[in-house]
């Protein structure tokens, strides 16, 4: 970020129901698995943005308050769907056994209901024969403010989690070392810190359709939506002191608001990744100043859609927090209603990193223009 505005008090539930319509993407059936298999998610070819799968019309009954009240529904083309058959459980025990035996192939069903604490699955599918997670909206992983993680993703590759609510945990979803794997149409809120977090070498994945809201509780510096990659403070921490490389992820048709910190993080070690179509607001932010935050190389940003508020100075960043990273990002058709005194899109060092903003960015109401380099056509 260019500056930090100091932390302020946030009322959640008034901010929260302020929801825009979430923008989803088309996942073909062929890429997420049907009928269990399908290859993994790859930039080059990953699905258009589109139209998809809304909030639910009404919040899991021991919910205190529905964060997604007033996100209207909007009508889903070819969500990611959880195939027929498998395991159904319907609680927190049966839910831990099931994941501790999961093998290529299993299909996890969650009954509606609560499934208090934290969640780890740490076995692997494959490409033919993926591990499934499924879930209606109505049913919730709570992990009860006190858990870590509520669901982590350990070293559990060629996974698909689909359709269910996380909230009230240190952390939503945790990926760590995780590769060719499908987070959907979750429902992720009132979370202490990032909602969903892609780590420790984490690649050829695809966060889609998941709306995010109510992040930050514990520490509003920490409070982004979809957070891909580490710090370089943090390397030496949980990727032997080199980069963490976690490249070509996918973060598409996301509808994420109400985070005290980016909607999207896109950390220096990270390659060749997609940020498309997402639904994107401001409402919330506290210790950041734009929507996304670029310090990786070779990202792809289009087809994003802001909305204003909050700390917003600039629409999007790139920033080179370590040498050589922050470099040769393409930021393109994006709609930024910045309405805030920086730009549209601000590069960093922008002589020297090669990134690209094209012209047809549509930007408004930033003061300093659309962005602090020329505009490529090409």
């Not at 007033?70 to 994941?99: I, K, Q, Y």
């Not at 069903?109 to 604490?117: K, Q, S």
């Not at 792809?300 to 100075?313: H, K, Q």
Request: charged share 20%; with cysteine; net charge negative.
């Amino acid at each position: 970020m260019r500056t930090i505005s100091p932390g302020r008090s946030r009322r959640r539930a008034a901010v929260l129901l302020t929801a825009g319509t979430l923008a989803a993407a088309s996942v073909a059936l062929t890429a997420c698995g049907s009928g269990g298999g399908g290859a993994g998610p790859q930039p080059s070819a990953t699905p258009s943005a589109g139209t998809g799968t809304a909030a639910p019309s009404s919040a899991p009954a021991t919910a205190a308050a529905d964060p997604f009240a007033t996100a209207a529904p909007v009508a889903a083309e070819r969500p990611v769907e959880c195939p027929a058959g498998g395991t159904t459980v319907n609680n927190g025990g049966d839910l831990r056994s099931a994941l501790s035996a999961a093998k290529p192939g299993a299909i996890i069903r969650m009954t509606d209901g609560v499934y208090t604490g934290g969640y780890k699955l740490a076995a692997s599918g494959t490409e033919a024969a993926p591990i499934w997670l499924c879930g209606s909206p109505k049913a919730v992983l709570d992990g009860e403010d006190d858990t870590d993680y509520v669901l982590h993703l350990d070293g559990a590759s060629w996974v698909r989690v689909v359709g269910f609510t996380v909230r009230n945990g240190q952390k939503g979803v945790m990926a760590d070392r995780v590769q060719h794997s499908i987070i959907a149409q979750l429902q992720v809120n009132t979370i202490g810190d990032e909602a969903i977090h892609l780590r420790t070498a984490s690649s050829d994945n695809l966060v889609v359709g998941n709306v995010i809201r109510d992040t930050g509780n514990r520490r509003e510096k920490f409070g982004e939506g979809v957070y891909v990659g580490s710090a370089h403070s943090n390397w030496c921490k949980y990727t032997d002191c080199g980069p963490d490389r976690s490249d070509r992820n996918s973060v598409i048709g996301n509808d994420i608001a109400g985070t005290t910190s980016e909607n999207i993080d896109i950390k220096e070690g990270t390659s060749g990744g997609v940020i498309r179509g997402n639904t994107l607001s401001s409402d919330s932010l506290a210790e950041a100043d734009s929507w996304i935050d670029i310090k990786g190389n070779g990202w792809l940003i289009e087809d994003n859609t802001g909305i204003g508020g909050g700390t917003l100075e600039d629409g999007f960043q790139t920033h080179v927090e370590q040498e050589n990273w922050g470099r040769q990002n393409t930021f393109r058709r994006n709609r930024l209603p910045v309405n805030a005194k920086g730009y549209g899109v601000y590069i960093h060092e922008g002589a020297d990193t090669q990134n690209i903003v094209s012209c047809d960015n549509q930007v408004s109401g930033a003061s300093s223009g659309p962005s602090n380099i020329d505009c490529s056509s090409a």
